[in-house]
T-cell receptor, first 109, second 115 residues
Framework: GQNIDQPTEMTATEGAIVQINCTYQ??????LFWYQQHAGEAPTFLSY??LDGLEEKGRFSSFLSRSKGYSYLLLKELQMKDSASYLC??????????WGAGTKLIIKP | DAMVIQNPRYQVTQFGKPVTLSCSQT?????MYWYQQKSSQAPKLLFH???????NEADTPDNFQSRRPNTSFCFLDIRSPGLGDAAMYLC??????????????FGPGTRLTVL
């Protein structure tokens, strides 16, 4: 079966760094997405990785290892507005998005 | 600005009373998706259109139907809402031309309450 695993909840301090991990098992692989979702709002696109390595975009970076079926989202210089759920999703061989349940990130002052 | 629009943002209906949710897009994307998302859960794909081609997920109940009269608009019809259908309904679009350009962009969602 297809499966995306990520921690349910994480807590971090304002100004710090946090890493949210995601492991996946899918039928084929055509890339991995990270989305941010604030409570009661729609997901917004953060990043896309299809090749191994690190993609940096401002305070956010995303890493992929296809051989390990593993990705992480790294958030630096955390701000209170970063409190949200972070969803990991993979495109399978049929270009269907397989979603993780999301990691709720709580930022404390 | 190009965007995905959903109306209404909040919808209240009675048990068994049909309801229609709407989605429109100005991105000129080929693919439109409808997701159901319940609290603290992943979005669940109900169906999607690639242009006019309708693709229903195997486990989507018959109670849920969809229409796409043109490229810009897509509707979700819930024929007889049950209490278990209370959720956030998300519309998304993508170009559908390959993985790199197949990023899905979401509308703000419609929160459905069933009384």
């Amino acid at each position: 079966g297809q499966n995306i695993d990520q921690p349910t909840e994480m807590t971090a301090t304002e100004g710090a760094i946090v890493q949210i991990n995601c492991t996946y098992q899918t039928s084929g692989f055509n890339g991995l997405f990270w989305y941010q979702q604030h409570a009661g709002e729609a997901p917004t696109f953060l990043s896309y990785n299809v090749l191994d390595g690190l993609e940096e975009k401002g305070r956010f970076s995303s890493f992929l290892s296809r051989s390990k079926g593993y990705s992480y989202l790294l958030l630096k210089e955390l701000q209170m507005k970063d409190s949200a759920s972070y969803l990991c999703a993979c495109l399978d061989s049929n270009y269907q998005l397989i979603w993780g349940a999301g990691t709720k990130l709580i930022i404390k002052p | 600005d190009a965007m995905v629009i959903q109306n209404p943002r909040y919808q209240v209906t009675q048990f068994g009373k049909p309801v229609t949710l709407s989605c429109s897009q100005t991105l000129n994307h080929n693919v439109m998706y409808w997701y159901q998302q319940k609290s603290s859960q992943a979005p669940k794909l109900l169906f999607h259109y690639y242009d006019k081609d309708f693709n229903n997920e195997a486990d989507t109940p018959d109670n849920f139907q969809s229409r796409r009269p043109n490229t810009s608009f897509c509707f979700l019809d819930i024929r007889s809402p049950g209490l278990g259908d209370a959720a956030m309904y998300l519309c998304a679009t993508s170009r559908g031309q390959g993985a790199v350009t197949d990023t899905q962009y979401f509308g703000p969602g419609t929160r459905l309450t069933v009384l």
